[in-house]
């Protein structure tokens, strides 16, 4: 049973930064890649940033420049110079690489309002 599980969401300004963590049951590298993805309400669940078991990132063309996605034991989104429009429940990913498999956290709140 995998289970992953989000931390660090919260209300943040226009303008301020929250750093989202995912610790997995397990060691994550036995994941071909792991990622954040969000859903606003009304809205289709969309990805956000991912890395592959080889280190190699992808990012959310609307996220470039201004979120980060790492990890050691866990994997993490820097999120800085937050938007409104960045206001979602943000869910941690595991997967297959051809998502033979897919894990989903329980969700995190992000609010971005002034």
């Known amino acids: 049973q995998v289970q992953l599980v989000e931390s660090g969401g919260g209300l943040v300004q226009p303008g301020g930064s929250l750093r989202l963590s995912c610790a997995a049951s397990g060691s994550i590298f036995r994941f071909d890649a792991m990622g954040w993805y969000r859903q606003a309400p009304g809205k289709q669940r969309e990805m956000v940033a991912t890395?592959?078991?080889?280190g190699t990132t992808d990012y959310a063309d609307s996220v470039k420049g201004r979120f980060t996605i790492s990890r050691d034991s866990a994997v993490y989104l820097q999120m800085n110079s937050l938007k409104p429009e960045d206001t979602a429940v943000y869910y941690c990913?595991?997967?297959?690489?051809?998502?033979?498999?897919?894990?989903w956290g329980q969700g995190t709140q992000v609010t971005v309002s002034s």
């Open positions: 990913n595991a997967r297959g690489r051809v998502w033979q498999y897919a894990y």
């Open positions: 890395i592959t078991n080889g």
